[in-house]
């Protein structure tokens, strides 16, 4: 059974730093488009970071210099550090594979920034 399982999530105060990790089992993901999307209260869900498996990335425009995508193929994980937390990202974030049409989602971690 495929699975996509985040943690790290938490509270954090405005300015702080939080690293998720989004850890894989069932498959390799090694092949898959990797993905954090974010959805905050009365929401749509949102794109926050992305790396292909080339280790391309891209970033939405209001986490960009702030977010770091990254993957561990060895352990099958996919890391989101989070620098300069702000209380606009506060929202439940879900980690996401994508391949050839197939897309795996997590259950989601909740980030709170809040002081």
């Known amino acids: 059974q495929v699975q996509l399982v985040e943690s790290g999530g938490g509270l954090v105060q405005p300015g702080g730093s939080l690293r998720l990790s989004c850890a894989a089992s069932?498959?390799?993901?090694?092949?898959?488009?990797m993905g954090w999307y974010r959805q905050a209260a009365g929401k749509q869900r949102e794109l926050v970071a992305r790396i292909t498996s080339f280790d391309t990335t891209n970033y939405a425009d209001s986490v960009k210099g702030r977010f770091t995508v990254s993957r561990d193929i060895t352990k099958n994980t996919v890391y989101l550090q989070m620098n300069s937390l702000k209380p606009e990202d506060t929202a439940v974030y879900y980690c996401n594979g994508q391949l050839a049409g197939v897309d795996y989602w997590g259950k989601g971690t909740q980030v709170t920034v809040s002081s």
């Open positions: 069932g498959t390799s993901f090694r092949l898959y488009a």
